[in-house]
């Protein structure tokens, strides 16, 4: 039985936390596995290095910063190699490209293009435990890249589909996916079970349990991927292509995004074309759209209003000033957060998002913004309510029973 196990910064946040992935892996050794073990940066270490680089300049080559963030995982994979050969195993740590991990040219947001296993699997012949670097890879010229933040998780689902493994185990500091993010509603329960779909969702919404990348991909590869925790021996959580009886679920999760800030623009000119040219010129400048609202316009004018990732609040600043003439007003504001209700189970019954807006308004929490999905409900509101917000969702669809 061939195991991809992802290892992430907090599990192995200190020697004594590599200690103890080196004696689980080891665990699973002596069970007669194979294993290919991918692990992250020690926890903290990434916003250490970005933190480095901006002492320079706020905006560093993106070429260069992939240079410096690779060097995050290649120092746990080869503490975590020493430890194991420590103990009498044998292992091998590997980089991105010794993994045979090809990227495009996108640095610090590469896609992966190709995998060679051949390395990979020559030592898993050999008898070794291959221990890789994750979050990178590199590009056809030779430059090592990196896969977006969270991306180890990335590395480990698409080692996984080229080594053709059994299955893909993703170890965290918790032991699984939750209704909601357990640090902001203790009364979250653990699911045994979610599908790619609603985990993408999640995923993509907010809960950084999983990079959402890494959940797309396990659905395209049909890996068997699990989540579960590097501190416990408890069951944790299957995510698998969604069956008949998930649908009897009405939610499965909410989950709170608190990186997002709102563009208003008001009084722009109601004619055809404005709103390619404003959102052509945003994805230009790489800025990820997300909500966007229009209003039927009025007098030649209309309102229209999106929201954006707080880090890009500036660029997008920038863009919208080419845009003066166009428009009258214009307004941001970075203290919003998204909450979003989640369940394969809103294809087949009706009042879902109903029920969201009357729980927020019983609490008085005003909604900015809304927008829907077959399998989702996401609501703008104040910052300052998120947390509350959640909690409140999470009781009125009874999750916690
Ligand atoms: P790692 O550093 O190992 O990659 P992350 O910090 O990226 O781990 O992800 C684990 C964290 O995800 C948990 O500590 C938890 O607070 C958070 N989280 C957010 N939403 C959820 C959820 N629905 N279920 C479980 N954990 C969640
Ligand atoms: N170390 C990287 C990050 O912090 C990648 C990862 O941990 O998955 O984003
Ligand atoms: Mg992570």
């Known amino acids: 039985m061939l195991v991809v196990q992802k290892y992430g910064g907090t599990s192995v946040g200190d020697l004594e936390r590599i200690e103890n992935v080196a004696n689980r892996v080891a665990k699973a050794r002596e069970e007669g596995k194979d294993l290919v073990v991918v692990v992250s ?4 270490e990434t916003n250490k290095l970005i933190g480095y680089a901006e002492h320079f300049t706020k905006n560093p080559a993106k070429k260069e910063m992939d240079m410096l963030l690779s060097s995050g995982e290649r120092v746990t994979a080869a503490l975590l190699s020493i430890a194991l050969q420590a ?17 495009d040219d996108l640095h610090t947001y590469a896609r992966i293009e190709k995998i060679d296993p051949t390395a990979m699997q020559n030592a898993i012949k050999e008898g070794k435990i291959v221990i890789v670097a994750g979050f990178q890879g590199i590009n056809k010229d030779g430059s090592v890249t990196t896969l977006g933040r969270g991306g180890s998780d990335l590395s480990a689902v ?8 059994d299955q893909c185990e993703i170890y965290s500091d918790v032991d699984g996916i939750y209704t909601t993010d357990p640090r902001i509603e203790p009364k979250a329960k653990k699911l045994d079970v979610i599908s790619y779909d609603e985990m993408l969702e999640l995923s993509s919404l907010g809960a950084k349990v999983l990079q959402n990348r890494s959940v797309e991909l396990a659905k395209k590869l049909k890996v068997k991927l699990y989540a579960k925790s590097s501190f416990s021996d408890n069951e944790g959580t299957l995510i698998t292509e969604e069956s008949e009886n998930m649908e009897e679920v009405l939610v499965s999760g909410v989950v709170l995004d608190k990186n997002q800030a709102r563009v208003t623009l008001r009084g722009v000119s109601d004619r055809p074309g404005i709103a390619a040219e404003i959102f052509s010129k945003l994805a230009d400048e790489n800025i990820n759209v997300d909500m966007i609202i229009q209003n039927v316009g009025t007098d030649g004018a209309t309102n229209l209003g999106f929201t954006v990732p707080q880090s ?3 660029n997008a600043k920038k863009v919208m000033e080419e845009f ?3 428009i009258e007003g214009m307004d941001y504001d970075e203290n919003v957060c998204k909450v979003s209700v989640v369940g394969v189970g809103m294809k087949s019954h009706s009042g879902v998002a109903a029920k969201a807006f009357s729980a927020l308004a019983a609490n008085n929490i005003n909604i900015q913004m809304i927008s829907t999905s077959e399998i989702k409900v996401s ?5 300052k309510y998120g947390e509350l917000a959640i909690r409140t969702l999470h009781e009125a669809y009874e999750l916690d029973k």
């Open 41 to 44: 940066a020690m926890s903290g």
């Open 87 to 103: 103990k009498g195993y044998d292992a091998v740590a590997m980089t991105g490209r010794q993994a045979g991990i090809v990227t």
């Open 158 to 165: 698409a080692l996984a589909g080229a080594l053709n493994a």
């Open 312 to 314: 890009e609040i500036d």
């Open 324 to 326: 003066d003439h166009d």
């Open 379 to 383: 609501m703008i509101i104040d910052e």
